[in-house]
């Protein structure tokens, strides 16, 4: 019975928050962590060895896109139960330090201060019995990762 509480209240502490959380801009030297992917690979045309986009995460993005340039922005912060998490939001303002992936006519932004935690990686979208949402999956930055795939380490 322990070893359930320990788990379920593991899963809830590395649960997304949907709150703004403070941004770390100083870790361009540091790694960090992803989960598994089974989902088919598709390489970004204008940054292929930066970050990738699955099929699914492309499908996804298709399906709930709006056409007044709203597109997906991958932010990596300090926080959850591994030390850095991934957030997903929708905007509308490009920054002046984001790189843009295209892909079949969906957008993803990331800032470069994130994406040196996840160069290599692909943006991919998971459904499960219990949550359907997007993530950060093989990643080449990665030491270990939470068993909700909210957080991970860094390789150091």
């Known amino acids: 019975m322990t070893s359930l509480l320990k788990k379920v209240s593991y899963t809830a502490f590395c ?68 030390g850095f998490q991934t957030k997903f939001e929708f905007d509308t303002k490009v920054d002046k330090d984001d790189i843009l992936i295209e892909k079949d006519g969906v957008k993803v932004a990331i800032d470069n201060d994130s994406l040196e935690f996840v160069r290599g990686s692909t943006v991919d979208f998971q459904e499960e019995l219990i949550r359907s949402a997007f993530a950060i999956v093989n990643n080449p930055q990665a030491e270990q990762g939470c068993s909700c795939g909210a957080s991970f380490a860094l390789k150091l």
């Not at 361009?28 to 992917?37: D, H, Q």
């Not at 007044?68 to 139960?81: K, P, Q, S």
């Open 15 to 82: 649960a997304i928050r949907r709150q703004n959380l403070t941004k770390y801009k100083n870790l361009s030297g540091i790694r960090y962590a992803s989960t598994k992917n089974q989902t088919e690979q598709v390489e970004s045309e204008s940054s292929s060895e930066a970050l990738r986009l699955s099929q699914s995460a492309i499908n996804r993005l298709k399906r709930i896109r709006e056409d007044d340039g709203t597109f997906l922005r991958v932010v990596v912060e300090g926080g959850g139960c591994s």
